[in-house]
């Protein structure tokens, strides 16, 4: 039994990676830390249960990367995929510290495999946790609490008190019971709000009731509404999250990894009029993955069909839900509830604007379409090898980018632009800084990890002073 009239040095909200990497740093910064989670055991970690790798500047291979990634390759990435939309300073902190981590992970229990192969390409730039995500997180809280870190479960966070930009206590909500925790300083690490569906609505409208949430149903953005109602500084768009094209058959949420489809470079992807809308050759897959879901929101009832053919069937990852199938372009247009003729028009002009050439996912091949609106620049191929195949795909929201303002000590920025005296954020809640749109695989962990190190030492030290 935990007592929770003591007052802790370091109180950190989240369980999921940046909440666990603040908790062990301010730990082994000597603080006593309590962690409150408000998923039930089972469930906690977030969205961190369902991640696979995470992304790290490196000077030299590795026993499991093929190559060097330097810091600065890594900005420039970061740099493109953002159109420049980051906080340079804080973005060149995160990669200098992801150098670190490599080790560091693995000190904490993590081990890593190498890279899953397919259409990602990720064996040179990523490291991939040995087990997945629940693994990584395992051994995080393995190693949390042998350090004597106290964790409540089912403990969600109801209410945060904060006078003049320094937090005092934060109420939680256990079964039916309540509580009031003091501690000397907060580390924020719960996530953002994609769950959140009427948050959501207040930028998408209705359509937002047609978005799939790809994690945890606890990251319902409350501790960061709080923390932006009590005089914190917000960064980011709040239009502005990861969402990539998920099976339309997957569950509300939580469906993972399992239900996203990489095969939009095998084919076409048509909307419910059966018409094309986007090139579906415009860059690599693993540049491009993660715009197909704010694509597929912007079409008519928020859905869209992968349509390819039996030749390429077996050239991506496998999902959880077969393709749907048929021999006949018609047959199969009826089974999306398709208008036949116009599926197969759309089908037949595409088929005559492939230009000949030489197919090659991982490089920017010269087979594309001449023609046809919109053009298909690269890996353009007849679809023409009954059974044609589809997969309806929905927006599947993985998380969103407004946050709390930081600066590179992860401590929250106060509207006047005041440090606060004692709050500092990690994670999803402060990834809008790094990322003020798009997405390079595997920024997600490397913002949690090295923000959550950074909020854990700096709040132990706070504490000390
Ligand atoms: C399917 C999927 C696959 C992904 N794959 C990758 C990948 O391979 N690599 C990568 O870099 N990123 C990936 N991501 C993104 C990645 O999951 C996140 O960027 C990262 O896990 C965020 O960590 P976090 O600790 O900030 O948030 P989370 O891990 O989501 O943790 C937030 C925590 O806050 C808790 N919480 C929320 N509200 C409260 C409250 N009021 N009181 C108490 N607790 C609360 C939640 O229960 C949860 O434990 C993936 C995401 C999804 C959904």
Not at 39 to 44: D, E, G, L, N, V
Not at 203 to 231: E, Q, S, V
Not at 417 to 427: C, D, E, L, Q
Request: charged share 20%; proline share 4%.
């Amino acid at each position: 039994m935990l007592d929770l009239n003591r007052r802790y040095d370091v109180l950190v909200i989240g369980g999921g990676n940046a909440a666990l990497c603040a908790a062990i740093g301010a730990r082994r910064s000597g603080a006593s830390v309590l962690v409150l989670e408000g998923a039930p055991k089972f469930y906690r970690g977030g969205n961190t249960r369902h991640t696979r790798n995470m992304r790290c500047a490196h000077d030299a291979a590795t026993d499991i990367l093929t190559g060097p990634y330097t810091e600065e390759e890594f900005w420039e990435d970061l740099l493109r995929v953002t159109g420049g939309q980051t906080d340079e300073e804080l973005a060149r902190l995160m990669i200098a510290e992801s150098k670190d981590m490599l080790n560091w992970i693995v000190e904490q229990g993590v081990r890593w495999q190498p890279s899953l192969g397919g259409t990602l390409s990720l064996g040179r730039t990523n490291s991939f946790f040995l087990g997945g995500g629940r693994a990584m997180l395992n051994a995080l809280y393995r190693t949390a609490e042998q350090l004597g870190v106290d964790v409540l479960y089912d403990a969600e966070v109801v209410d945060i008190e904060i006078d003049n930009g320094m937090f005092l206590s934060a109420k939680l909500k256990q079964g039916d019971g309540e509580a009031r925790v003091r501690a000397a300083t907060l580390v924020a690490a719960a996530g953002g709000f994609e769950a959140n569906i009427e948050w959501l609505k207040q930028y998408w409208g209705a359509a937002a009731d047609n978005f799939l949430i790809r994690g945890t149903p606890y990251n319902r953005g409350t501790i960061l509404k709080m923390l932006l109602a009590k005089g914190v500084q917000e960064i980011g768009d709040p239009t502005q999250c990861h969402a990539v094209a998920i099976d339309a058959r997957a569950p509300k949420f939580d469906g993972g990894i399992i239900t996203r489809h990489d095969s939009v470079v095998f084919g076409i992807v048509v909307n419910r009029d059966a018409q094309r809308f986007y090139d579906e050759g415009e860059d690599i897959w693993p540049k491009r993955y993660a715009i197909w879901g704010r694509l597929v929101a912007a079409q008519p009832g928020q859905i869209a069909y992968i349509i390819f053919d039996s030749s390429v069937r077996h050239s991506f990852m496998p999902t959880l839900f077969p393709p749907i199938e048929c021999d006949s372009l018609a047959g199969l247009a009826a089974q999306l509830e398709l208008d036949p003729a116009a599926l197969e028009k759309t089908i037949a002009d595409f088929n005559a604007a492939v230009r000949p050439g030489t197919f090659d996912h991982t490089i920017l091949d010269d087979c594309r379409t001449e023609g046809v609106m919109p053009p298909k620049t690269h890996w353009a191929r007849r679809i023409e090898a009954p059974p044609y195949l589809a997969y309806p795909v929905r927006p599947g929201i993985t998380f969103t980018y407004l946050g709390t303002r930081v600066n590179k000590q992860a401590r929250i920025l106060m509207t006047d632009g005041t440090p606060s005296a004692n709050m500092f954020a990690a994670g999803e809640i402060m990834a809008g800084n790094v990322l003020g749109q798009g997405y390079a695989a595997g920024i997600g962990m490397t913002i949690g990890s090295v923000f959550g190190r950074i909020a854990g030492r700096e709040a132990a030290k706070n504490a000390r002073n």
